[in-house]
């Protein structure tokens, strides 16, 4: 399985960014292009939640989904080519404050994002990047 290590978190003030990056530290294998990733936060005394996850099939725009709080702030995207994906998180709320972990869908079958939300086929998981956004 690939290893995931998060990126670019931090304090920001509100209505700010922050551009959190997911790579793979297993030395050129297990290549994230094979997985859908998605992005999960987890802020103090709430459940875990999924973010946005992008699917893995290429040949076609890349299927991207997100958590309704978010749509139209956050955009995922993925580079193969250096095997990165990334998170840029835009307009900045407190509300947004959290650990976030990216993770792999490493599930035999490919889900492609689908069910993504409450992470039960992302078996690599990253250890996470807080993000810390004051009001």
């Known amino acids: 399985q690939p290893q995931l290590m998060e990126s670019g978190g931090g304090l920001v003030q509100s209505g700010g960014s922050l551009r959190l990056s997911c790579d793979n530290i297993a030395n050129g294998r297990f290549p994230l292009k094979w997985y859908a990733i998605g992005w999960f936060r987890q802020a103090p005394g709430k459940e875990r939640e999924g973010v946005s996850c992008?699917?893995?099939?290429?040949?076609?725009?890349?299927?991207?989904f997100y958590i309704d709080s978010v749509k139209g702030r956050f955009a995922i995207s993925r580079d193969n080519s250096k095997n990165t994906v990334d998170l840029q998180m835009n307009n900045l709320t407190s509300e947004d404050t959290a650990v976030y972990h990216c993770a792999a869908d490493t599930s035999p079958t490919a889900h492609e994002c689908s069910g993504y939300s409450d992470g039960k086929f992302f078996g690599s998981w990253g250890p996470g990047t807080r993000v810390t956004v004051s009001s």
């Open positions: 992008i699917g893995s099939y290429e040949g076609q725009p890349f299927k991207t």
